[in-house]
């Protein structure tokens, strides 16, 4: 019979396996201090949690590769819009480098200074969606019709990226970055803290770029005024410790080219 405790162990130790703790302490069962039977059991059992752990890597690995090709895809899909409107050519790169800069002068985490970047890529991937018209477009004067497309772009973004899981709250950035803290931003309203911090990051960092970037009805502003207009911001449209944050920043490290 085998030894009550060699079998308390061994059971103990396949329940902790099934629940996936994997550990070494079943091949100490395999042990010359226990019968046969509890070390051939034991043998097989540490057999089976290496193949468990072998294809969980694997399978982690995989998914790992299909996020990487997801995000490769959308990133392609958003970088293709300066095809159709070369006055937004390179805008994403440059706001995802601006974000994610900024992020790490709020001292935030590597993982959400990353996110940040990405967001900043991805935030205005809903204007794939936009008509000739509106890119076609060479003066300021938008009817009716026309603005209600622009602010529909970050509910088109989230449309498009929603599945993508494991962009996490990149995809809150990407849907909020047009809020504002007054409330009277698009497309929820939303107002003050409400507003994600990573959202609030892309809203001045995305202002910033559109301000000093040339169009066809406007040359681009100088860094200078671009700043002065976003402290006007503070506080009313844009977080102003963001705004502070970014003005420094910019100082410091000047534009993204």
């Not at 100490?28 to 949690?49: D, F, K, N, S, W």
């Not at 709250?169 to 911090?197: Q, T």
């Not at 910033?208 to 009805?217: E, G, L, Q, S």
């Amino acid at each position: 019979m085998i030894p009550l405790k060699g079998r308390e162990n061994l059971l103990r130790l396949i329940r902790e396996i099934a629940g996936g703790t994997y550990s070494d302490d079943i091949m100490e069962l395999t042990g010359p201090g226990y019968p046969p039977e509890i070390r051939e059991i034991a043998e097989a059992v540490g057999m089976m949690m290496v193949r468990i752990e072998a294809r969980e890597y694997h399978l982690e690995q995989l998914a790992e590769q299909l996020k990487a090709n997801s995000l490769k895809t959308v990133t392609a899909i958003a970088t293709a819009l300066g095809e159709r409107d070369a006055y937004t050519a390179g805008h994403g790169d440059r706001v995802g480098a601006y974000a994610a800069r900024l992020g790490q002068r709020l001292g935030l985490d590597a993982d959400t200074v990353e996110q940040l970047r990405i967001a900043g890529i991805l935030h205005d991937i809903g204007k794939i969606g936009f008509s000739d018209t509106i890119f076609s477009n060479e003066d300021t004067s938008l009817n009716k019709d026309m603005l209600l497309e622009i602010r529909s772009h970050p509910q088109w973004s989230y449309n498009i990226l929603q599945d993508l899981d494991f962009l996490g709250p990149v995809l809150e950035y990407v849907y909020d970055h047009h809020e504002r803290l007054d409330g009277k931003g698009y497309p929820r309203g939303l107002r003050d803290g409400e507003i994600p911090l990573g959202a609030r990051i892309l809203a001045v960092v995305d202002c910033f770029d559109a301000m000093t970037t040339n169009r066809p009805y406007q040359p681009g502003r100088t860094p200078q005024h671009a700043l002065a207009v976003l402290g006007e911001m503070a506080g009313s449209a844009l977080d102003p410790d963001v705004v502070e944050a970014f003005m420094d920043d910019i100082e410091q490290n000047g534009m993204e080219s």
